[in-house]
């Protein structure tokens, strides 16, 4: 693709997303994956993780309403979106992770998760990162957050270590696929995983990683 196509893209989804009120252009990523891949139901619980500045709630709670609800975690502060239950705090710390699981109170159906570093400009080091903070919202479904047979979406950094990851998830949900949605440049590395029918009840994360072969 030219420039001055990617340039066109990006400002059509830019547009695209002031004109449907949408926080970000990412929510239109969300959007295309559930089209695809027939992700959320109404009345499931959601779990959006690295949330802000709230796109992918906004479209999330869309499809949920009205019986649903979504939470949403981000390490920055989010303005309040209406029917989301928004919650600040650093998801790798296991103190937020437990105030997570004290305010959901339950399983959710769907955890999604567009995490992402603050971009250093040194691939490897923020494709390292990236999996690492994917690593983490893949810790709270084992951790009991997700129920058996539910859905995990993530979006991963192609890199050294995408493929040990999707290996891991092939382990933990009965199919997994493989997505780039239109919206997302096509140029980036980023593309999105959706994972459904989650087999395991709640596991430690050690003994998940004893089971999955990971060695950290
Ligand atoms: C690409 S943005 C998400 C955009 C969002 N999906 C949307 O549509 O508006 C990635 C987010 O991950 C968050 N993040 C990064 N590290 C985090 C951490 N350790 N805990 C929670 N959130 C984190 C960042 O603050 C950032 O808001």
């Given at each position: 693709m030219t420039h001055r196509r990617k340039t066109r893209k990006r400002e059509f989804y830019y547009r695209e997303a002031i004109r449907e009120g949408y926080?970000?252009?990412s929510s239109y990523k969300l959007k295309q994956l559930h089209e695809k891949f027939d992700i959320f139901k109404v009345g499931n619980l959601v779990l959006d993780v690295g949330?802000?500045?709230?796109g992918w709630s906004q479209v999330a709670s869309m499809y949920v309403q009205p019986a649903g609800r979504v939470y949403a975690i981000d390490i920055d502060y989010m303005d309040p979106i209406e029917k989301v239950i928004a919650i600040q705090g650093d998801m790798s710390d296991p103190e937020t992770r437990k105030r997570l699981k004290t305010i959901i109170g339950e399983s959710v159906d769907v955890i999604i998760s567009d995490i992402s570093p603050k971009i250093t400009g040194n691939w490897s080091t923020d494709h390292a990162r990236q999996i690492f903070l994917t690593e983490q919202a893949l810790r709270l479904c084992v951790a009991g957050l997700l129920k058996r047979g539910g859905k995990f979406v993530c979006k991963l950094f192609m890199g050294d270590l995408h493929e040990d990851f999707i290996k891991n998830l092939k382990k933990l949900f009965t199919v997994v696929y493989t997505y780039k949605p239109k919206?997302?440049?096509?140029?980036?590395a980023e593309f999105y995983v959706v994972a459904k029918g989650?087999?395991?009840g709640p596991i430690k994360w050690k003994k998940m990683q004893e089971q999955t072969g990971e060695k950290k």
């Open positions: 926080r970000s252009r949330a802000a500045p709230g919206a997302s440049r096509k140029g980036s989650f087999t395991k």
